[in-house]
T-cell receptor, first 111, second 109 residues
Framework: DTAVSQTPKYLVTQMGNDKSIKCEQNLGHDTMYWYKQDSKKFLKIMFSYNNKELIINETVPNRFSPKSPDKAHLNLHINSLELGDSAVYFC??????????FGPGTRLLVL | EDQVTQSPEALRLQEGESSSLNCSYTVSGLRGLFWYRQDPGKGPEFLFTLYSAGEEKEKERLKATLTKKESFLHITAPKPEDSATYLCAVGTSYDKVIFGPGTSLSVIP
């Protein structure tokens, strides 16, 4: 029974396209996150939502827009994709103040 | 500025050769230090949370310790299946989690 799931697992697209990545967690956690892991494997937080409300918004281009329709879902929409957006995007969830549980990642390649 | 560094960047051990990984941090208001393991092509997998200096946690061949400025992940008699990247992260007083760059561990049979 998957705890944090993401779709799609792989995403190959052209520059300038708009794409979305979906995330769902069945752990009952209040907080969900989006992270970007670049080619050097550095994990950097992008957004954090608590009970559908945005609480962390790092310095991320406004082409990236998160949406949380309910506590169990946090989607990431990316407009006008650029080459530098190529990375692995991880969704995670956590109860308050405790460690995060990560999804399997979405590997995005922008050509 | 909140910061997490890890050393070494890469570590190669013979099977059975114990060693330690280091995580150093500067953060305003530590709300927890986390260790994760990441296998290639997968998401980070939670290992430990440490909250205060002097705390220790153990799991199989791994033991994590915490001081006021750093944490160590000790690996005792490692096996090839312990090969992975080990990530350290700190939770800050403003609900952010900052990750270190990781240590890539290879255990050779």
């Amino acid at each position: 029974d998957t705890a944090v799931s993401q779709t799609p697992k792989y995403l190959v697209t052209q520059m300038g396209n708009d794409k979305s990545i979906k995330c769902e967690q069945n752990l009952g956690h209040d907080t969900m996150y989006w992270y970007k892991q670049d080619s050097k494997k550095f994990l950097k937080i992008m957004f954090s939502y608590n009970n559908k409300e945005l609480i962390i918004n790092e310095t991320v281009p406004n082409r990236f827009s998160p949406k949380s329709p309910d506590k169990a879902h946090l989607n990431l929409h990316i407009n006008s994709l650029e080459l530098g957006d190529s990375a692995v995007y991880f969704c995670a969830s956590s109860p308050p103040g405790v460690s995060q549980y990560f999804g399997p990642g979405t590997r995005l390649l922008v050509l | 500025e909140d910061q997490v560094t890890q050393s070494p960047e890469a570590l190669r051990l013979q099977e059975g050769e114990s060693s330690s990984l280091n995580c150093s941090y500067t953060v305003s208001g530590l709300r927890g230090l986390f260790w994760y393991r990441q296998d290639p092509g997968k998401g980070p997998e939670f290992l430990f949370t440490l909250y205060s200096a002097g705390e220790e946690k153990e799991k199989e061949r791994l033991k994590a310790t915490l001081t006021k400025k750093e944490s160590f992940l000790h690996i005792t008699a490692p096996k090839p299946e312990d090969s992975a990247t080990y990530l350290c992260a700190v939770g800050t007083s403003y609900d952010k989690v900052i990750f270190g760059p990781g240590t890539s561990l290879s255990v050779i049979p």
